[in-house]
């Protein structure tokens, strides 16, 4: 029986989700960000929230007091986008994006570490396949 049970465990761990997975990783010149969106893939016709978390790209320290914005488009033309807004975790800040249409569409985001216009954005972009809505009831 132990050892039926050990290759029951052994086989959900397998199955279970990579967190690695669920998110996307970026660089700039100052930052390091993870984008965490709350569906996986993003569906259209439903507001998907993002969480970033955006570091130090030296020391790995969150960045506390920053300021960024989401945003993307289609290469139908349509469009979305979102500023960000500080959550309660020391670094980490949310948008909500739209997305009207499915299909691959262009993200970026930008971030500054403090809200002074002296202080450049730095910008990453990647490009997120959207799919086609949930079925009513799911």
């Not at 029986?1 to 989700?17: D, E, G, I, S, T």
């Not at 390091?32 to 020391?59: C, G, M, N, S, Y």
Request: glycine share 6%; aromatic share 10%; hydrophobic share 40%.
């Amino acid at each position: 029986m132990r050892k039926y049970l050990a290759a029951v465990c052994l086989v959900l761990a397998a199955c279970a989700p990579n967190k690695r997975a669920t998110e996307t990783r970026g660089w700039s010149d100052s930052y390091t960000f993870r984008v965490i969106p709350d569906v996986i893939p993003p569906r259209a016709l439903e507001p998907i929230h993002f969480r970033v978390v955006v570091q130090d790209k030296k020391t790995g320290q969150p960045i506390e007091t920053g300021e960024g914005r989401m945003f993307a488009n289609s290469k139908d033309g349509a469009s979305t986008n979102d500023g960000f807004t500080k959550e309660k975790e020391v670094g980490t800040y949310s948008a909500k994006l739209f997305f009207p249409v499915t299909g691959d569409w262009a993200i970026a985001l930008q971030f500054r570490k403090e809200k002074d216009p002296h202080i450049p954005l730095e910008r990453i972009d990647w490009i997120q396949a959207v799919i086609d809505p949930a079925p009513p009831g799911k």
